[in-house]
T-cell receptor
């Protein structure tokens, strides 16, 4: 069964600190992995998308890594800002019919 | 101004009533999707469409119906058969099934 598990479920950090969110998946055969940011009451917005051959991709202060062998990804946020407070969702798509499996998300709270 | 538009932002349903949520995109995307999000949970796929006049059930299609008569539009009807419709509904579109999905701002449905 295709699954995507994210950890931690929630995280509180102080403004200016770094943090790392984890995503483990069992989706196969793998097509791509995406990280989305979802502000409360809004639709998710794409941060990064990585294919099998990519192991790092950055978008400003967000850096995603992918280890296709261990089926793990991480999202690292550098120098956090209050506006980073949101839910971060990991999505893995397989190559069979392009079906996407969504993780439950990690809720990040950045405090001043 | 390209994007994906959902309306209304808030919707209330009476017992036994069908309601329709609108989703329009001007991104010229072939694929469109409907998701349901409950508090603290991940997105669950209701229906998706890869091409005009064709759509497939997702993981939780019971109590919902869709149509895809135009490329730009993918309305979702929540029927009276859906006994627990209170949720946040998100529409998305993508150029193809393995591509990044672009989300609308969502519709919050509540039962009166």
């Amino acid at each position: 069964k295709n699954q995507v598990e994210q950890s931690p479920q929630s995280l509180i950090i102080l403004e200016g600190k770094n943090c790392t969110l984890q995503c483990n998946y069992t989706v196969s055969p793998f097509s791509n992995l995406r990280w989305y940011k979802q502000d409360t009451g809004r639709g998710p917005v794409s941060l990064t998308i990585m294919t099998f051959s990519e192991n790092t991709k950055s978008n400003g202060r967000y850096t995603a890594t992918l280890d296709a062998d261990t089926k793990q990804s991480s999202l690292h946020i550098t120098a956090s800002q209050l506006s980073d407070s949101a839910s971060y969702i990991c999505v893995v798509t397989n190559t069979n019919a392009g079906k996407s499996t969504f993780g439950d998300g990690t809720t990040l709270t950045v405090k001043p | 101004d390209g994007g994906i538009t959902q309306s209304p932002k808030y919707l209330f349903r009476k017992e036994g009533q069908n309601v329709t949520l609108s989703c329009e995109q001007n991104l010229n995307h072939d694929a469109m999707y409907w998701y349901r999000q409950d508090p603290g949970q991940g997105l669950r796929l209701i229906y998706y469409s890869q091409i005009v006049n064709d759509f497939q059930k997702g993981d939780i299609a019971e109590g919902y119906s869709v149509s895809r008569e135009k490329k730009e539009s993918f309305p979702l009807t929540v029927t009276s058969a859906q006994k627990n419709p209170t949720a946040f509904y998100l529409c998305a579109s993508s150029p193809g099934q393995t591509n990044i999905q672009y989300f609308g701002a969502g519709t919050r449905l509540s039962v009166l």
